[in-house]
C-alpha cells in the first residue's frame, strides 16, 4: 500500500506516512472490520507457497486444502482433472510440482476461470492447464466421452444453505453452498467420479469436518478403496477414493 517492501519500514523508521496514506490505511482497516477478507484487500493469498491473484469471483485459497495437493503429489499421475478449480490454487500446484502431468480443470464460473487462467501464466504452467467453463464434469463429458483422469481433485462446496460462515457474502455463494444438507455437490461428484477415474486412479475431495461418515459410506458403494485423511488440526478433511485396478 506504501508502494514499498516491509524491508524499507525497518531501513527508515522514522517516516512519517503521508495523511493521504493514512487515510487509504484506514479504509483497508475499515473494511476487513465490515468482515473482508485481508486476500480481497490486498488481491492475492499465499497457497502451497505460491502466490495466486484472488478477487471476489473465486474463493481465498485456505491451508487445508493444501492437503489436496500434498496427497496428489504422493500419489502422481499425468493425467489430472480439478473440479470447480476456483483461483486455480489446486491445479497450478500440482501442475508446478508435478511436472509431467497435464490438467484439466473445469469451473461454472467463467469470471472465475479468469483469474485461473491468469494464475496459471503467473506459474508458468498455463500450456499444461486446460480450463473448461462448466457444471463440474459436463466440459469433460462435451470434449471427449473416453477422457480419463489419473486424479480427479476437488474442492467443492460443501456448506450447507442458511449455515453460517464468516465470509459469506464476501466470497462467492457458488463456491461455499452446495443445498440444503451440505453433501449435495460431494454426492454428484461421488457417483460421477468412477466413471471418469482410469483403472487403479483415485479421487480426492474436501469435505467438511462433520461429512466423514456419510462420505465414507457413500464411496465404499462405488470405489475399491477408500480412506479419510485429517488435516492439520486433526480434522477428517478429505476423502481418497480408488477405482479398482
Ligand atoms: N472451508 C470453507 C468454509 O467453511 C468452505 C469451503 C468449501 O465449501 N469448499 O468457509
Redesign the pocket.
Known amino acids: 500500500m506504501l508502494g514499498t517492501e516491509r524491508l524499507q519500514l525497518y531501513l527508515d523508521p522514522a517516516r512519517k506516512p503521508a495523511a493521504a496514506e493514512v487515510d487509504a490505511y484506514r479504509a483497508l482497516v475499515r473494511r476487513r472490520g465490515a468482515g473482508e477478507p485481508v486476500a480481497h484487500l490486498t488481491g492475492k493469498k499465499e497457497f502451497y507457497g505460491l502466490e495466486f491473484e484472488v478477487t471476489t469471483d473465486v474463493?481465498v485459497p485456505?491451508p487445508?486444502t493444501e492437503l489436496l495437493v500434498d496427497r496428489a503429489r504422493a500419489l502422481g499421475g499425468a493425467r489430472l482433472l480439478d473440479v470447480g478449480t476456483g483461483s486455480g490454487c489446486v491445479a497450478i500446484a500440482c501442475a508446478v510440482r508435478l511436472p509431467e502431468a497435464r490438467v484439466t480443470a473445469t469451473d461454472v464460473s467463467q469470471a472465475a476461470l479468469e483469474v485461473a487462467q491468469r494464475n496459471a501464466e503467473r506459474h508458468g504452467v498455463a500450456e499444461r492447464i486446460d480450463f473448461r467453463q462448466g457444471d463440474l464434469f459436463a466440459p469433460v463429458d462435451a470434449m471427449d466421452t473416453s477422457a480419463r483422469f489419473d486424479l480427479i481433485l476437488s474442492?467443492?462446496?460443501?456448506?450447507a444453505t442458511g449455515e453460517t460462515?464468516?465470509?459469506a457474502g464476501k466470497?462467492p455463494d457458488v463456491?461455499?453452498?452446495?443445498g440444503p444438507q451440505g453433501t449435495e455437490i460431494l454426492e454428484r461428484l461421488l457417483d460421477a467420479a468412477p466413471e471418469h477415474l482410469a483403472p487403479g486412479g483415485t479421487l480426492l475431495m474436501?469435505i467438511?469436518e462433520d461429512q466423514a461418515g456419510f462420505v465414507e459410506g457413500r464411496a465404499r458403494a462405488s470405489f475399491g478403496s477408500v480412506t479419510i485423511h485429517t488435516d492439520l488440526a486433526g480434522l477428517p478433511r478429505m476423502l481418497e477414493a480408488s477405482s479398482p485396478p
Open positions: 474463493l485456505r487445508e474442492n467443492p462446496p460443501y456448506v460462515v464468516e465470509t466470497e463456491a461455499l453452498f452446495a474436501e467438511g
